[in-house]
């Protein structure tokens, strides 16, 4: 079983950089497939990113964010990173890390209910 929590979220200015953390919590491990979701008010959650950690180099990114953001492993921490770089208001929402028991793929990814375990959120606020 995985519990996941996420930190380091918090409020910067527009153009800031923040990155974000995914751990499991007690003897949990990252699973194969990592995301990052990120859901604002007034709208549906979305996919932000995802990684096969089995390899840490099959990456996936919502096109809004590619060029920024950053998905990386730590396997050795048990931890997923979402690095995010050059931020906008439009980044503006609370950030989710999910993980999936299977793999990610390139068709599916994005797709929420398919992720096993979710964590509580961390908000990002960029002004």
């Known amino acids: 079983d995985v519990q996941l929590v996420e930190s380091g979220g918090g409020s910067v200015t527009a153009g800031g950089s923040l990155r974000l953390s995914c751990s499991p919590s007690?003897?949990?491990?990252?699973?194969?497939?990592m995301g990052w979701f990120r859901q604002a008010p007034g709208k549906e959650r979305e996919g932000v990113a995802a990684?096969?950690?089995?390899?840490?180099?099959?990456?996936y990114y919502a096109d809004s964010v590619k060029g920024r953001f950053t998905i990386s492993p730590d396997n050795e921490k048990n931890t997923v990173y979402l690095q995010m770089n050059s931020l906008k208001p439009e980044d503006t929402a609370m950030y989710y890390c999910?993980?999936?028991?299977?793999?990610?793929?390139?068709?599916?990814?994005?797709?929420?209910?398919?992720?096993?375990?979710w964590g509580q959120g961390t908000q990002v606020t960029v002004s």
């Open positions: 999910a993980a999936e028991l299977g793999h990610c793929s390139s068709g599916y990814w994005t797709v929420k209910d398919l992720y096993n375990y």
């Open positions: 007690g003897y949990g491990h990252i699973t194969k497939c």
């Open positions: 990684i096969y950690t089995g390899d840490a180099r099959t990456v």
